[in-house]
């Protein structure tokens, strides 16, 4: 019999008998208490993980939306706007271009755009209409640690979407400043200041009368048009300019042209700003910590 490849002195059948290497060895599956704590330890990540994979699943979507939509408006506000604005409004943004100005509330507004998606929809489908968060809780997951799956995973969205954004921003020439990437982490953290509020409210609907719908119409799209986007937040009367004092769009904005070019803000201002996306999100997260258990538990 042919020992072919076989050590010097065995034979076929005593290879057959010899038990295999550990690398040799199958899988096998955790115990059910290895898995279980596990999941205690690592839940969030293990939940975030399954998010995104979700995400994957329609990822040119994704991109369309949170990059190609936002481009757009650089296009037409930032270039083409931009060329008559420039022309007959010299030193009216603080001694930048147009575009320099508006490509920072641009990228800012985008985040906060997408996190108004994320934060809405997804949610009340989780608890309501697929119940997609059931599934995972029946397991050692906690109710915390499914909201912060969610929210990692929507984090590493917003924070891609806006790195790619100022890549753009950068092509542009709208970022002379070496620390204009710091605008993304300002967008991200932005994007959590409305949303997570809103993924608390988002967790305490149990009946769909158009609420986001609501949302959309009377806070969003009110907050992009009147936190200085697309001109200085004291050009406008003041009975609508406390709408930009409490907008996370605002806030963002202003950070952002502190880092993107340098804008001459008072430092206690600045303080401010980023004080106020902080403790938003902050306030919002433990919002979304008590609903997530009150709805889980009931």
């Known amino acids: 019999m042919c020992s072919c490849g076989l050590p010097a002195g065995a034979s076929l059948t005593e290879s057959v008998n010899k038990p295999r290497t550990t690398a040799e060895q199958p899988l096998r599956a955790h115990s059910p208490e290895v898995s279980a704590a596990r999941a205690r ?5 293990f939940y975030a993980e399954q998010v995104l994979r979700v995400m994957r699943n329609y990822g040119w979507s994704v991109i369309l939306y949170s990059v190609g939509q936002p481009v757009a408006y650089l296009f037409a506000m930032g270039v083409g706007l931009a060329s ?24 800012v507004s985008a985040a906060v755009m997408t996190a108004s998606g994320e934060f ?17 809780h029946a397991s050692p997951l906690t109710p915390q640690q499914i909201a912060s799956g969610h929210i990692m995973a929507s984090s590493l969205r917003f924070l891609l979407q806006s790195l790619v954004y100022f890549v753009v921003v950068a092509m542009f020439g709208a970022s002379p ?40 119409r009377f806070i969003v799209m009110p907050l992009f048009l009147f936190s200085g986007t697309f001109f200085p937040l004291d050009s406008l ?3 609508v300019r406390w709408i930009g004092w409490i907008s996370p769009v605002w806030h963002g904005t202003e950070l952002g042209r502190v880092f993107t070019y340098g804008m001459d803000q008072n430092p206690l201002l600045t303080i ?27």
Do not use: C
């Open 41 to 45: 330890r690592w839940g969030s990540f």
């Open 84 to 107: 008559l604005v420039d022309a007959n409004s010299e030193a009216a943004f603080g001694g930048v271009s147009y575009l320099e100005f508006v490509a920072p509330a641009l990228l």
């Open 120 to 136: 809405s929809y997804p949610i009340t489908d989780g608890f309501k209409w697929r119940r997609v968060f059931y599934g995972p």
């Open 177 to 216: 400043s070496p620390w204009g990437w710091v605008s993304a982490i300002v967008a991200t953290v932005a994007a959590l200041s409305f949303g997570l509020p809103l993924m608390a409210y988002a967790a305490s609907i149990k009946q769909d009368k158009g609420q986001f719908a609501l949302v959309q």
């Open 237 to 239: 009367p003041i009975a």
């Open 272 to 298: 401010t700003h980023v004080v106020f996306l902080l403790a938003t999100a902050t306030v919002g997260w433990i919002l979304v910590r008590r609903q997530f258990v009150k709805r889980m538990g009931s």
